[in-house]
Nanobody
Framework: QVQLVESGGGLVQAGGSLRLSCAAS????????MGWFRQAPGKVRECVAA????????SYADSVKGRFTISRDNVKNTVYLQMNSLKPEDTAVYYC??????????????????WGQGTQVTVSS
């Protein structure tokens, strides 16, 4: 089992940047595929980025490609989401999640068993 705690959200102007962090506690962090999801009011929770245990394989939603970067530090048991060129439509609650996958990349939301509490990101125009 793994516990996840996100940090780094906040209010930023359009065009600005934020870096989200997700600290994981528990065992076998490297056995989990990790992902960042977001959910705006009235919308379905969507996967914006995912990463395998090595950090060498990543996947991004089309809406954030070229602007967001996911990475992980397996020594610190932390996964990051660097968000650049933020847009008002990026406003949402962002969640970190872990999927028991022997470390393989996972993009299917249903496979993510562990979730953080979420952190609010608000982008003003």
């Amino acid at each position: 089992q793994v516990q996840l705690v996100e940090s780094g959200g906040g209010l930023v102007q359009a065009g600005g940047s934020l870096r989200l962090s997700c600290a994981a506690s528990g065992r076998a962090f490297m056995s989990y595929g990790m992902g960042w999801f977001r959910q705006a009011p009235g919308k379905v929770r969507e996967c914006v980025a995912a990463i395998d245990w090595t950090g060498g394989t990543t996947s991004y939603a089309d809406s954030v490609k070229g602007r967001f970067t996911i990475s992980r530090d397996n020594v610190k048991n932390t996964v990051y989401l660097q968000m650049n060129s933020l847009k008002p439509e990026d406003t949402a609650v962002y969640y970190c999640a872990a999927a028991p996958s022997r470390g393989h990349l996972v993009t299917d939301r249903e496979r993510y068993n562990y979730w953080g509490q979420g952190t609010q990101v608000t982008v003003s125009s």
